[in-house]
């Protein structure tokens, strides 16, 4: 046995054949990439769980009549917010930043208070830039 022998990528085991070959065979290689794929989706659905999870709070604070409500970052957290997760950042005209998930989005008035809004998707132009914040969108991810 050479002294650099391959050793398959999923079960460990010494590949035999050709240098260059890194499963035993297709059975290794299938499982592999399904376990690689799994994981993927499932850190991938996760977070999406998240980011839905938090657009729903806030959905359900705003009256549909509002645009803007105050409340506080405690009771966004006891709804079950996750402030880690956010889809995009907003910067309205005066330099305040939004924490947005999907249409909806907060910002921090102070440490302890958010100003949570509803992003109205009827205005928002191709460029992605708002009528409800007409100077600047930045979209950092
Ligand atoms: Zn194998």
Redesign the pocket.
């Known amino acids: 046995m050479p002294d650099h022998q391959p050793l398959?990528r999923?079960?460990q085991?010494p590949v035999k054949g050709r240098a260059d070959k890194k499963?035993?065979n297709d059975y290794?290689r299938n499982a592999h990439h399904n376990l690689l794929n799994s994981a993927t989706t499932n850190a991938v659905r996760n977070i999406n769980h998240c980011l839905q999870k938090n657009r729903r709070i806030l959905e359900n604070l705003l009256p549909p009549s509002r645009q803007l409500i105050r409340t506080s970052a405690e009771f966004l957290q006891y709804r079950g917010f996750n402030f880690h997760y956010h889809t995009h950042i907003l910067t309205s005209s005066r330099g305040n930043q939004f924490f947005c998930c999907y249409d909806y989005g907060y910002r921090w008035m102070d440490a302890v208070t958010v100003m949570v809004m509803k992003q109205e998707s009827a205005s928002v132009n191709q460029s992605g830039q708002k009528h409800f914040f007409p100077r600047s969108v930045n979209t950092l991810h």
């Open positions: 398959c999923h079960c085991h499963f035993c290794c």
